[in-house]
């Protein structure tokens, strides 16, 4: 089993860094492939609660090196802040962090583009992800290995940011910047990341032939993804399965696991549609039981029922052989628990296709299938067996339609309340 990749199959905030850190106890490697600061991983131990932007959550486990590949783009106060936070908690990091010397750079002009685009027209969370994106693809980034030069860096940042000040000034009407400071600010870095920076794709590629384990760690979910998710509503990368091989640089072949993280019902944050939002009671419910506040921008996040259409979508996309369930405690104490099966279209036809346009998807009608709530609290349960029958029931009829097994169920924030399931297993 070379590669397990990891992958949020909703909008995001699905749980994935506990899933993650669970699963890298039995790692060699655990790679991070898209996104950047934009993501916020939680880790709770005991009553320690650490946010994780950029470094994959498995630092944590001592005997695991940790990979930012080159399809992350880097703030590099972010990423050094992290690497303070972990040093300070008594981790090793040096030797444990590789940086990908292909991975581009965010620069304080992303942000600041991105803040005088109206950031408030998509929701973003103001990190430069998009424009960071945008000039890579436009090929005038900045990547980690032209730190490595400083006469490389120095005539490419004056270029950029020549050309990024007559853009903030001329179509924004902002302050420009200064092209020296910048200069001097990004040397300072460099002597700082400079013991992390590798050719992680060759780093890989000798691993996997070691036949070591490699967990690929996606950011964000699937219909966020700038191909398949709810465009333009979406982030600049791609969080589903194509984005670990063409931002680690690993083979399709290597893949043998892919884990769908599916929280328990649906939750979405910044603007774009979302048919089963729920803008009444339960809907505010689910949003204090499930703490459904941003990790990175502290913004509440909508919240609904589980979509099992988008799901679907997700799963076929995505090629999922397992599925985690996350949050299912937050759903105790409900009478009743809703699923949607399929979107009624505005001529009143039912359709289990999920439409990826904006337009589209707007104007359906989700339709529910009711469950039988559970009233108990699911602290302490470690058999599948002894989750609440209603519990069973809901996640059996999920595993089913989705065709894929459930291997995991989380039923809280710390390491020890996770369900080993076989639900689904016969059928697979
Ligand atoms: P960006 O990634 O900052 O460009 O934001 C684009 C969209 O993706 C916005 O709707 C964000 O709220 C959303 N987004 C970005 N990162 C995350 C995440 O980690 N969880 C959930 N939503 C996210």
Redesign the pocket.
Known sequence: MPVTVVI?SQ???EGKGKIVDLLSERMDIVARYQ??A???HTIVWGDRKFVLHLVPSGIFNEGVTCVIGNGVVIDPVAVMDEIRMIKELGYEVEGRLLISHNAHLIMPYHKMI?EARD?SA??????G??PAYVDKFARSGIRVVDLLDRDVLRRKLKASIEEKNAILKSVYGAQELDVEQIIEEYVEFDKLIDPYIKDTTEYLADALKQGKQVLAEG???SL?DVDFGTYP?????HPTVGGACTGLGIPPTEIRRVIGIVKAYS??????PFPTELSDATGERLRAVGHEF????G?P?RCGWLDLVALRYSTAINGFTELAITKLDVLSGLDTVEVCTHYRLPDGRLSQRFSSDVATLERVEPVYERFEGWSENLDGIEREDDLPKAARVYLDFVSRRLEVPIRLVSTGPHRDQTVHSTIGSAAS
């Open positions: 949020g909008w995001g905030d996104g950047g934009n993501a916020g991105e950031r998509i929701g973003t969370t103001g990190r992800i998009g950011a964000q979910g966020l509503f979406v982030t600049s990368s939750t979405r944050v910044g603007h774009g941003g990790a990175t921008t913004r996040r």
